[in-house]
């Protein structure tokens, strides 16, 4: 079989916040012997005016999605979120024209999730990672909810040398993250990710580990300033290391 | 006094004194959860639930979707089974309605069964300008129109009580005394309603389903009060939210089980009640059966495909309890009579999207209300539609520097030019240096960020983009 061409689409925020989750996909796919390449006209999916209801303008972010990756057999985004904008999300940005719509569900049946794309597609579990810490996994909802995705990271976790997977209680529940929900209701938010950071400190973990850079944030954000003996991590970068 | 009006654009104001109150915010927290644990397991163990999740799904899809006829059939139904049936477009014409009808029957009280489309209409407040007193006879209902308070949830009006303040309510307003357990609580309540079922002329209930093949409006119920105002009193009036029907007799089987499970996990409640008609010779019950069809804002959801599922809902409240930000800021900040995610929609889509213009942004978006809700309503998907009308319709005014829809265009313009991204995150990595501290910035003073920073730090830019380290990898 020809060496796999993954077209990656890093996302803006791990682009300009967390290089290091894309350079550990890069990684990681390499060692997979995938043929990846990198974009740079690429920038942002269209999500965040999406969800605050500005369609038009999230379109027109979004056509240009539509465009880049015509050429690669798989576009990986190390980011649930922004998956299920162009997996779900997408269809309804482009309903009323019906080429675009058709270009839109072609690129959907090629992009994936990261962890989903190599335990769903590349049908790899182990990677040969060594983390020897105590971890918890977070579900970002729109990868555990708008992709299906729950089995995916856990099996590559626990595949993990070393490494002590355990779950929270109530692990299904928000983050309360939710995009710009997390300026327009922060008095929300705050104590929603309160919660969460308390049930990943219930666990004992060392870190919190997710797929999704937005509720990474979040809860790094809150972490950080309350001092909390958490630290967050993304799936990619417990996957790389050795 | 009761509360009335819309207050949905105080949503931050009161959702954010249930989350500084310790009692509400435990209130709340514990009762949800327990009603979703309870939901959780009677489903859990239950291989069929998924089958009859598509098949309620269907049913009231095939209802929705051909809403004339099937309505045409259940009035007939009705008349012929011997009721009245009478049709309210507004909350006005409900309760002008339901007053002449009491006035006929020279009613002075009116006991009342648990029902949302009575508190959507105000209708208490109507019978009182009218004269006529109405008595809740639902433990929670009581309880709340002692508070002079709204419902704090679609089938628990009042989840937010503690027994305490149960029990202040009591011995302030009907002179009981002080107890914490519930089932003297219980009993206090029966015997200060016990002889108004006796005395008032007329019961008044809502519907759960209304079967349209019968002419049966279906109530259920755990407390018995329902069956008592609806076979007690010389008249029956029903409110009927225009979306309750369903097909079938048969469909019911479907239905009084999803709810049951799904509302407070159920396997059945205790009381399932079938009415279809006033009383026949030689039977109990009453004399004359009224039905209500209401409107009041149905039929402008039913001629939006994008919001038309909205009908399907059972008002089971599975979705407020399952709902992290429900949980957090309660039933009251939805600022009107439904809350939760099926508030969020049900409100600006009944009272318009100008009043109600903050509920569709009150929500992460999470999916955990499509995850339990019964016949799988897409409900974060509308709140992504409710927020594009919110916008094209009654955009906010700004704290910002920039209104938000400007905002977002010079954001979707830097995004569709790679460059001008470069050249915009070039400049905030210079604009974020006096401001970051080992990675981490504390405070931006410009809104929205300002409101991240308020209690959570934000990250630094990192000191070089992932597409300037590809170049090197
Ligand atoms: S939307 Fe679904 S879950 Fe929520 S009350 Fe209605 S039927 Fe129940």
Known sequence: MAKPRVALFITCLADQFFPQVGESVVKILRRLDVDVTFNPAQTCCGQPAFNTGFRDEARSVARRVLDLFEDADYVVAPSGSCSAMVRVFYSELFEDDPDLLRKCRELQKRFFEFSEFLVRVLKVEDLGARFAHRVTYHDSCHLLRELGVDDAPRKLLRNVQGIDLVEMQDYKLCCGFGGTFSVKFPEVSVPMGQDKIHAATETGAEYLVAADGGCLMHLAGLIHRQGVALKTIHLAEILAQR | MSDTGIHSDEIHQIGGETIANPRLAEAYRSSTIRLYTHRLNSVSGFAGFE????????????????????????????????????????????????????????????????????????????????????????????????????????????????????????????????????????????????????????????????????????????????????????????????????????????????????????????????????????????????????????????????????????????????????????GHAYGWVYSGPIGALVTPEFVGIGQARELPFASSLCGACREVCPVKINIPDMLLHLRSEAQQHAPKPTEALLPERPAFRLWAWVMRHPALYRLGAKFARWGQFPLARKGWIRKIPTYPVSNWTKERDFPALAPESFRERWKKL
């Open chain 2, 51 to 330: 089958r009859l999740r598509e098949a309620g799904r269907e049913a009231k899809r095939q209802v929705i979707e051909n809403l004339d006829y099937y309505l045409g059939q259940f009035a007939d139904n009705v008349e012929r089974n011997g009721g009245k049936v009478h049709w309210a477009d507004t909350a006005e014409e409900v309760c002008r309605i339901v007053v002449d009808i009491v006035r006929r029957a020279t009613a002075k009280e009116v006991v009342k069964a648990k029902t949302m489309v009575a508190e959507e209409v105000e209708l208490n407040r109507a019978l009182e300008g009218a004269g006529i007193r109405p008595v809740e006879t639902d433990l929670g209902e009581f309880i709340i129109q002692l508070a002079g308070e709204r419902p704090a949830h679609i089938v628990g009006p009042a989840i937010h009580k503690t027994r305490d303040d149960v029990s202040d309510l009591f011995v302030k307003h009907i002179n009981a005394e002080r107890t914490n357990v519930p089932e003297e609580l219980t009993a206090i309540a029966r015997r200060a309603l016990r002889e108004m079922f006796q005395k008032a002329g007329v019961g008044l209930s809502g519907a759960n389903f209304a079967v349209a093949e019968t002419g049966t409006v279906v109530t259920v119920e755990n407390e018995g009060n329902i069956r008592m105002c609806t076979t007690i009193p010389r008249v029956h009036i029903a409110l009927v939210g225009i979306e309750k029907l369903i097909p079938r007799l048969a469909d019911l089987g479907v239905f009084i089980r999803l709810l049951g499970r799904s509302g407070t996990g159920q396997k059945l409640t205790t009381y399932t009640s079938l009415l279809t008609g006033p009383r026949r010779p030689g039977e109990d019950g009453p004399e004359e059966m009224h039905v209500v069809m209401v409107d009041n804002g149905r039929i402008k959801s039913l001629a939006d495909p994008k919001m038309r599922e909205m009908l399907y809902c059972i008002r089971c409240g599975a979705c407020l309890n399952a709902c992290p930000v429900y949980r957090k800021i309660g």
